[in-house]
């Protein structure tokens, strides 16, 4: 089955070797960006060790055994459900469990349950796999927990940690397991995959990958009618910025970005004019129009680059991204956003 999983194909690679060498160590860190498809290969890999039908090195894919494997309810988080997060999740396949974070962080408790469980003796296969998703949320207590099981790990049971950020684990967790690095997901790859297999029209699937940065999860979790909206409106920033100098229009905009129907989606707007303001400056610098995010709107494009004069295109990138990192700490984002749409427009 690692054959229909998108990208990736070293870490394919990779795998198929130490599977038909039987040398799977016990401990795997799979690290690369959101959405690209790491649980799913720790998943694969679980399927490649218990199916009953495939090949040495491949899962059928189709057997009741694999169909199981995938089978996992992971319950909404609710301030009533913390004791439902103690515990590892298990699907279909009583050999295959998940440990996942409740609200920002995965509880020590389910840490100790995936040790327990991870010495209990295979239910229907020949060993047992454990997921430990956003492995990076484990704090202290539950970081030092899981180091206890890969200090000894029970021959039986492998354990697979998924994470986007694998500075953020400890030194001597990263040491006990060998790490995969997943790369993004080629454009090309992601719209072929959103047109066979997610139905996607032509334009929206060549759209949605190149908003999708290399992640096949942020490809298929963008509503294209949304982002066109928001895409218009971040456009008339932009027009207004570089073509009219409109300061009162802006400012209306700040304030629309962040009035209540908008707010939640305060981040995708940032991003999506700083996706705009990219594609202007690589037709101002380059002409290379192949490679632009908003590809369906190159004559507004080029039209904007050629008004664009002297503007300091790469220094409205950097306040954009500096805007997104302070929201971190919980800054004032109409006052934010106003005082960006004044320095685009001098």
């Known amino acids: 089955m690692f054959k229909y999983l998108i990208g990736n194909d070293l870490v394919k690679h990779t795998l198929k070797l130490l599977v038909a060498n039987g040398r799977v160590p016990n401990s795997l860190l799979f690290a690369g960006?959101?959405?690209?498809?790491?649980?799913?290969?720790?998943?694969?890999?679980?399927?490649?060790?218990?199916?009953?039908?495939?090949?040495i090195d491949e899962a059928c894919g189709v057997c009741p055994v694999c169909s199981r494997v995938k089978e996992f309810n992971i319950p909404q988080v609710t301030d009533k459900n913390k004791s439902e997060f103690e515990k590892v999740f298990f699907g279909g396949h009583l050999d295959v469990g998940m440990a996942v974070a409740y609200k920002n962080f995965i509880l020590v408790d389910a840490i100790r349950d995936l040790e327990k469980q991870a010495n209990y003796r295979p239910f229907e296969g020949p060993a047992r796999f454990f997921i430990v998703n956003e492995a990076d949320r484990m704090n202290e207590n539950a970081s030092n927990a899981l180091?206890?099981?890969?200090?000894?790990?029970?021959?039986?049971?492998?354990?697979?940690?998924?994470?986007?950020r694998p500075d953020s684990l400890l030194p001597t967790i990263r040491s006990r397991c060998q790490t995969?690095?997943?790369?993004?997901?080629a454009v090309e790859e992601i719209e072929q995959y959103l047109i066979n297999e997610r139905a996607f029209?032509?334009?929206?699937?060549?759209l949605a990958s190149r908003l999708a940065r290399g992640s096949i999860g942020?490809?298929?979790?963008?509503?294209?009618s949304d982002f066109r909206g928001r895409r218009d409106r971040?456009?008339?920033?932009?027009?207004?910025?570089?073509?009219?100098?409109?300061?009162?229009?802006?400012?209306?905009?700040?304030?629309?970005?962040?009035?209540?129907?908008?707010?939640?989606?305060f981040e995708e707007s940032l991003d999506t004019l700083e996706s705009l303001i990219?594609?202007?400056?690589?037709?101002?610098?380059?002409?290379?129009?192949?490679?632009?995010?908003n590809a369906d709107l190159t004559d507004d494009l080029k039209r904007l680059a050629d008004e664009s004069g002297t503007a300091d295109l790469p220094s409205w990138i950097t306040e954009t991204e500096t805007l997104r990192e302070n929201l971190i700490v919980n800054i004032n984002r109409k006052v934010a956003t106003a005082a960006l749409f004044a320095e685009m427009v001098g």
């Open 33 to 55: 960006d959101e959405g690209i498809g790491k649980r799913q290969f720790a998943l694969e890999l679980s399927r490649n060790f218990l199916c009953t039908d495939g090949e």
């Open 147 to 164: 180091l206890k099981i890969l200090e000894e790990p029970p021959p039986t049971s492998y354990i697979f940690l998924i994470t986007s």
């Open 180 to 185: 995969l690095r997943f790369a993004p997901v």
């Open 201 to 206: 029209s032509h334009d929206e699937a060549r």
């Open 218 to 224: 942020r490809a298929v979790s963008i509503n294209i």
């Open 234 to 265: 971040m456009l008339g920033v932009l027009r207004d910025a570089i073509a009219t100098g409109d300061r009162a229009a802006l400012m209306r905009a700040s304030d629309e970005m962040n009035d209540a129907k908008n707010k939640e989606s």
């Open 278 to 293: 990219h594609d202007v400056w690589a037709i101002r610098t380059t002409g290379d129009e192949t490679r632009l995010v």
